[in-house]
């Protein structure tokens, strides 16, 4: 028998997300993904300056606290042809870095690790076998008899009283649970000093930029002079915070998230073979070594992986019309050429028109609009961006340590390479790919140092620049490998203004729903096949959906017609 499942709000993620899930029997046909707000930063940023756009396009989303700024940033750098000094792009690539190992461990243990660890189990552990346990994945100090029980103790608390608080949101006593106690309350523990661990962590971005989240950033360069002689600017003492930071970084990554990983892996190795999207991958590329524009000196790689066919890159142009395109068939926008055109971002359109039903409601109109999502593609297709398309880039184009972690993680686990296209795949990909960026930090910092003890203290392009100068019309883009995937920013200038402005977010190609050829979208995809052991715990629904890491508040908005918010609610 047909039925639809909804799981409405789908919870630990940001911003509001509702899968229906047509089902037969205990099995998924079909999956349709919804963005339940409306997008509208995009028309708030009509008629602004462009060199104030990064701090509205910032409030994007709170959860990627800078990659919004980063991008708008360089989409203006773009449109006016403005290089940045080589002190601005080492201080960028930390602060992107030092974002993404903060984001992913957050992921790991706060947002996803409660989809494979039963909190409630971890009270049947004994901390003595668990510190063994401890001590055979890992040298991470916090690992002795008595600190677990001590972890226990505080988890038994939660539970007596009846309230979860930290821990709620999980189906605890699913059958799909499969860790033994002990590495319940392993994982338990870490999660708790994850918590601990990130107020380091936004250090970075306080130092370098004034405040986190929402880092202050400049067109033309990095808001914060370089004076080793003064206590108002970044001098030595302050870049030694900086590298003890990454130490802390360092430790926790290498001797708790890495192994952590690869531990609880090894008990969900039939995830392994679950949750593929599309098999079509995209990376616009990041971590310049040189100019912005210099894509040979990027450490991610630029370009498309069709098919799960690692042999070939595609070119990807970020300027060219029949390339980047959003449609929005199934969404509630619609464009002046109708709604079965594709726009490429330099000519994209915001016009908001909903015709769904009134919330609440019992199931959306599949067949018609059902998302304020539009539906980016590549060439017509659809593509799955983010950590598992970066890894993948990294791999197929040489880079060694990638090829290394990757042939590592495989071996341990004892799986295929096939096993890169899972949810299991996707998780593991974020995890290594934080390694990969985080020994990277370590050598951009190191010439940082060497750059200012030379002498060179710019930090920003000090050239005369006033819109008195620029073009009377002029369009660039910005783009960035945000945590949860490519995000660009494509904008037009005209008499010193911002005419349009278009941003293509990684939730946007990720949860978009399907387009004008009925073809899902990487969440619908990856959903369509799985089966559910309890149905009205559809614990694999989110196993999947937390292994891309959604962020619906960048890709949707709610606001009124007048700009101002339409609901705030208060929690007591």
């Known amino acids: 028998m047909s039925t639809r499942l909804v799981v409405d709000p789908v919870t630990r993620i940001e911003g509001h997300l509702r899968i229906e899930a047509q089902m037969q029997g205990n099995a998924i046909a079909q999956a349709y ?8 930063i995009e028309i708030i940023l009509r008629g602004r300056d462009p060199r104030d756009a990064w701090a509205f396009a910032q409030r994007i989303c709170g959860v990627c606290t800078l990659v919004h700024g980063i991008a708008s940033v360089r989409a203006v750098e773009n449109a006016l042809g403005y290089k940045i000094p080589p002190n601005a792009q080492l201080i960028r690539n930390l602060m992107i870095a030092a974002q993404y190992v903060h984001d992913h461990v957050m992921h790991f243990y706060h947002l996803h690790a409660l989809d494979w660890v039963d909190v409630i189990s971890a009270l049947k552990a004994d901390p003595k076998a668990t510190a063994a346990l401890a001590a055979s994945i890992s040298t991470y100090p916090r690992s002795s008899p008595g600190y677990f029980a001590d972890v226990a103790k505080k988890l038994k608390t939660f539970v007596d009283e009846g309230q979860l608080g930290i821990f709620a949101n999980g189906y605890w006593g699913h059958p799909g649970y499969k860790l033994p106690p002990e590495a319940n309350l392993l994982a338990v523990a870490h999660y708790l000093d994850a918590l601990e661990w990130q107020r380091d962590v936004v250090q970075i971005h306080t130092i370098f930029g004034g405040k986190n989240p929402h880092p202050n950033f400049v067109v033309g360069g990095v808001p914060c002079p370089i004076d080793p002689n003064s206590d108002s600017a970044i001098n030595m003492e302050q870049l030694a915070r900086v590298s003890d930071v990454i130490t802390r970084m360092e430790d926790f990554v290498n001797q708790a998230y890495l192994p952590d990983t690869l531990a609880i892996a090894g008990f969900y190795k039939d995830w392994a073979t679950v949750g593929e999207g599309t098999g079509n991958f995209l990376t616009c590329g990041d971590y310049p070594t040189g100019d912005t524009d210099d894509v040979a000196s990027f450490l991610v790689p630029r370009g498309v992986i069709l098919d799960r066919d690692l042999t070939k890159i595609h070119p990807l142009d970020l300027d060219a019309d029949d390339q980047i395109q959003e449609f929005v068939d ?6 002046g050429g109708g709604k079965k055109i594709g726009l490429h971002p330099f000519k994209g359109e915001t016009e908001l028109h909903y015709t769904g039903p009134n919330p609440p ?4 109109n599949v067949g018609a609009e059902y998302s304020w999502l539009k539906s980016p593609r590549w060439r017509g297709r659809p593509m799955e961006v983010g950590p598992l ?14 090829r290394e972690l990757v042939g590592m993680t495989l071996k341990t686990l004892d799986l295929p390479p096939t096993a890169l296209f899972s949810t299991l795949g996707r998780t593991a990909a974020r995890t290594l790919e934080t390694k990969i960026y985080l020994d990277f930090m370590r050598g951009w910092f190191r010439q940082l140092v060497a750059n200012i003890k030379a002498g060179d203290l710019a930090t920003h392009n000090e050239a005369k620049w006033e819109p008195e100068t620029w073009p009377a019309r002029t369009r660039g883009v910005g783009f960035m490998e945000a945590p949860r995937g490519a995000l660009g920013h494509w904008l037009t200038i005209e008499d010193g203004r911002i005419a349009n402005y278009q941003a293509v977010v990684p939730t946007t190609w990720n949860a978009g729903p399907r387009d004008a050829q009925g073809q899902p979208g990487p969440y619908e995809a990856a959903l369509k096949g799985q089966t559910l052991a309890v149905p009205d715990q559809p614990l694999e629904i989110l196993r999947t959906l937390h292994s891309f890491d959604p ?16 609901l705030r609610i208060k929690v007591s």
């Open 33 to 40: 993904s919804s963005g339940t707000m409306v997008r509208g």
């Open 330 to 335: 199934h969404s509630w926008y619609r464009y």
């Open 389 to 402: 398309a970066r890894v993948l880039m990294l791999y197929a184009t040489g880079n060694a340590q990638a």
């Open 361 to 364: 409601y019992e199931q959306l």
């Open 551 to 566: 962020c619906i508040a960048c890709a949707v908005h709610m606001v009124g017609e007048d700009g101002r918010e339409t």
